[in-house]
């Protein structure tokens, strides 16, 4: 995965540079809506943790269609691994960048 990152920065490390901030804008703005909490980055791995796992479904969909909601630089596409993708239909199924997202479930312990 890092390497695919990797190749398109060195494609377009311009470009690139303002994909992972806009990726990363994206990220921390929908944790936030959906009341997770950023662990760490490292590389293109992005650890979070949330209290219910339906805020984590959540957060996970909301990333997948903001994702491809986004205006990311037409130069992207020219890297394979950042190519915009559409169904036979037509509609985008994915546009930007590919990262690594490690989440967990963590329920709360009550002390009664």
């Not at 943790?49 to 339906?54: K, P, Q, V």
């Amino acid at each position: 995965m890092e390497n695919e990152r990797t190749n398109a920065g060195e494609l377009i490390p311009d470009i690139m540079e303002v994909a992972i901030q806009q990726q990363m804008s994206i990220l921390r703005s929908c944790l936030v809506r959906n009341k997770g909490y950023e662990v760490k980055t490292e590389g293109d791995g992005y650890f979070c943790a949330f209290s219910t796992a339906m805020d984590t479904a959540n957060f996970l969909m909301e990333i997948q269609v903001r994702l491809c909601e986004e205006k990311f630089a037409d130069k992207l596409n020219m890297s394979q691994t950042c190519a915009t993708v559409q169904d036979e239909n037509g509609v985008i199924i994915f546009r930007g960048l590919r990262g690594i997202l490690r989440f967990c479930f963590l329920p709360s312990i009550s002390s009664t």
